[in-house]
């Protein structure tokens, strides 16, 4: 993990533990409902890093790539065990791009299955911070363009990962609610690259794409 990483780890848990002591009138002091949801469901929205992708010996790229920052979508489903411990499972998807070789272009299309068990404080106010850790599924796919560029193609394996991360829900009727959270994961695979000449593959050489970044989310929360 990258110090910007843990510093900024590290001020998370410093906010969710700080609205403790927060008056009542901001964090509520009794749960709007009869009893707490079983169930929630969310829409996100996220903005994006991945480390890239470290060059091997003889790469196609011709040397490592850093990728720029990117929004994406997704969804989660989530279980109450209890009103402060829950279990989800959140989908992201996100399309980055980077330039490489003048004008020609790499875009990593990444489908993320995240799985977290989930801690939530102050389960009975209308804000309610928590924290995460889980472990993720990476399944992607790249394509190569750009001017003049010769037919590349290849594949990229799935992998494991995992993510730590904290966050906040607010609570503003008794179904809907606002999130946002911040999440560091890491994980890394091959992907390898083909190029072909006539119909006849020419050369193939395998890199090392790392997921390992930051990412923010805000979305809306469905709670039943």
Not at 76 to 82: D, H, N, R
Not at 113 to 121: A, D, I, M, P, R
């Amino acid at each position: 993990m990258s110090r910007s990483a843990v510093v900024l780890f590290v001020g998370l848990v410093c906010l969710v533990l700080a609205p403790a002591s927060v008056h009542a009138d901001v964090t509520g002091e009794v749960y709007f409902g009869d009893e707490a949801p079983q169930f929630a469901f969310s829409f996100r929205g996220t903005l994006h890093t991945i480390g890239g992708i470290d060059a091997g010996a003889g790469s196609y790229f011709g040397g490592d790539l850093d990728f720029d920052s990117d929004f994406g979508y997704g969804f989660s489903a989530e279980y109450y065990i209890t009103p402060s411990i829950s279990i989800e499972l959140a989908f992201d998807h996100v399309r980055i791009e980077d330039t490489f070789s003048g004008a020609r272009t790499v875009d990593v299309s990444l489908n993320d299955w995240g799985l977290s068990g989930k801690y939530t404080f102050l389960p009975n106010a209308r804000l309610r911070p928590y924290v995460l850790a889980g472990v993720d599924s990476f399944r992607s796919s790249f394509d190569i363009g750009g001017a003049g560029i010769l037919l590349v193609n290849g594949d990229i394996d799935s992998t494991w990962g995992w993510h730590i991360g904290a966050g906040a829900e607010y609570r503003f009727t008794d179904n809907l609610g606002l999130f946002a959270e911040v999440r560091y994961r890491s994980g890394d695979t091959d992907i390898a690259s083909t190029q072909w000449f006539s119909g006849i593959p020419a050369a193939t050489t395998v890199d090392t794409l790392e997921y390992d970044g930051v990412y923010a989310t805000v979305g809306l929360k469905i709670y039943w």
